[in-house]
Nanobody, 125 residues
Framework: QVQLVESGGGLVQAGDSLRLSCAAS????????MGWFRQAPGKEREFVAA????????SYADSMKGRFTISRDKAKNTMYLHMNSLKPEDTARYYC??????????????????WGQGTQVTVSS
């Protein structure tokens, strides 16, 4: 079993920055890729960004490109999401997810094996 714990969320003003973290732990697990998704009230969960673990190939939702940066620390089994120029529409609960084996895509929530509980990001105008 794998545990994912997100941290770093909070209440910020428009234009501010935040860094989210997601730490993975458990017994004898492997990581093919990890990703960030978000869900705002009344909306479906949407893809934010993802990174393959070994090579570090990244992918982003179009609306996040240029503002968000995903990274990982392989030694710590931790993934990060650096969010700049935050907007009120970025307000959501942010979830990290893990793929434990090869998947052809990282943008679909259904292709992830494990999920964290999420961390709330609220951006005021």
């Amino acid at each position: 079993q794998v545990q994912l714990v997100e941290s770093g969320g909070g209440l910020v003003q428009a234009g501010d920055s935040l860094r989210l973290s997601c730490a993975a732990s458990g017994r004898s697990f492997s990581i093919y890729a990890m990703g960030w998704f978000r869900q705002a009230p009344g909306k479906e969960r949407e893809f934010v960004a993802a990174i393959t673990w070994s090579v570090g190939i990244t992918s982003y939702a179009d609306s996040m490109k240029g503002r968000f940066t995903i990274s990982r620390d392989k030694a710590k089994n931790t993934m990060y999401l650096h969010m700049n120029s935050l907007k009120p529409e970025d307000t959501a609960r942010y979830y990290c997810a893990l793929q434990s084996s090869f998947r052809a895509r990282q943008t679909n929530a259904g292709d992830y094996n494990y999920w964290g509980q999420g961390t709330q990001v609220t951006v005021s105008s």
